[in-house]
C-alpha cells in the first residue's frame, strides 16, 4: 500500500494508518514531492529534502510500532 510521505494528514489524508499497516502485506511511503504545502514566497527547495523523508519515516514507525 502506498502513503503518503507522513502520516499526520498530509494534503488531507487522514487515515488510519496502523490498521491499515497491519492488513496490508506492506506500506511504501511516497518519499517525493514533498512541498506540495507551501504556505509562504517559493524558493528552491529539494524536491525530498532528506531530513523530511527521515521524519516522516520516523512518525510512521512510532504509529505503527
Known amino acids: 500500500m502506498d502513503v503518503a510521505?507522513?502520516?499526520?494528514c498530509v494534503d488531507k489524508r487522514c487515515y488510519d494508518y496502523a490498521s491499515l499497516a497491519d492488513i496490508a502485506d506492506f506500506i511504501f511511503?511516497?518519499?517525493y514531492d514533498e512541498r506540495s504545502?507551501?504556505?509562504?514566497p517559493c524558493v528552491a527547495w529539494a524536491n525530498s529534502a532528506l531530513n523530511v523523508t527521515e521524519s516522516g519515516k520516523r512518525l510512521f514507525i512510532r504509529c505503527v510500532s
Do not use: V
Open 5 to 8: 510521505w507522513s502520516p499526520a
Open 29 to 31: 511511503i511516497m518519499a
Open 37 to 40: 504545502q507551501i504556505h509562504g
